[in-house]
């Protein structure tokens, strides 16, 4: 949701301008971060959103490949130990 508002925001700031109003179609959108948000700051707000999930992916990327590791050199191969390879997790420890 964040990334179709901040693309239509950024859409009206090139063609209207980047302190007018943000609306969507011909509707304004006052209430969307407060009393008249322009274009810029829905901009901005979507922008932050969408590097905060992506933060959170990588952190739990990292996360993730260090655990699986851990698991790996103490020789488990079978994380929820259903005598088969078909969760993520089972897959990707082949790959450490």
Do not use: Q
Not at 32 to 39: E, I, K, P, V
Not at 47 to 68: D, E, I, K, N
Request: proline share 2%; aromatic share 10%; with cysteine.
């Amino acid at each position: 949701m964040s990334i179709v508002l901040g693309t239509i925001a950024v859409g009206r700031a090139l063609t209207v301008g980047w302190l007018e109003p943000f609306r969507i179609g011909e509707v304004e959108v006052p209430k969307f971060m407060g009393t008249h948000a322009s274009n810029v700051a829905v901009a901005v707000f979507c922008a932050v959103a969408v590097a905060a999930v992506a933060v959170g992916f990588v952190v739990r990327y990292f996360h993730s490949r260090s655990f699986l590791a851990r698991l790996r050199s103490r020789g488990v191969t079978d994380i929820n130990s259903d005598g088969k390879t078909d969760v993520f997790t089972d897959k990707f420890l082949d790959d450490l």
